[in-house]
């Protein structure tokens, strides 16, 4: 069984970073995309950084491209968020996901955490 349990979330001024991770457990091999996610209030789920286990290559949604940074530890099984330069149109819930198989974006996840809050003020 798949678990995955994000943190790191909180308050932070336009300008500033955050780091989120995700501790996952139950993946028995590395052909598995890892995602992060958010939602905001009244608008659509948006798939902002994804990465495949296996190689290592990150996939990012052009409205996060060059601020934030998708990383593993293979050590702690802990998918990690750097999130940098944040604009208050980066808050929202983040999500992290998992789902087996290469092609990382645009397709279904099937393992979700709860979700941490962001909150970007101006």
């Known amino acids: 069984q798949v678990q995955l349990v994000e943190s790191g979330g909180g308050s932070v001024q336009a300008g500033g970073s955050l780091r989120l991770s995700c501790a996952a457990s139950g993946l028995m091999h590395s052909n598995y995309c890892m995602g992060w996610f958010r939602q905001a209030p009244g608008k659509e789920r948006e798939g902002v950084a994804h990465?495949?286990?296996?190689?290592?290559?990150?996939y990012y949604a052009a409205s996060v491209k060059g601020r934030f940074t998708i990383s593993q530890d293979n050590a702690l099984n802990t998918l990690y968020l750097q999130m940098n330069s944040l604009k208050p149109e980066d808050t929202a819930m983040y999500l992290c996901?998992?789902?087996?198989?290469?092609?990382?974006?645009?397709?279904?996840?099937?393992?979700w955490g709860q979700g941490t809050q962001v909150t970007v003020s101006s």
């Open positions: 990465l495949y286990l296996r190689s290592g290559s990150p």
């Open positions: 996901a998992a789902v087996v198989g290469g092609a990382c974006y645009g397709r279904e996840y099937d393992y």
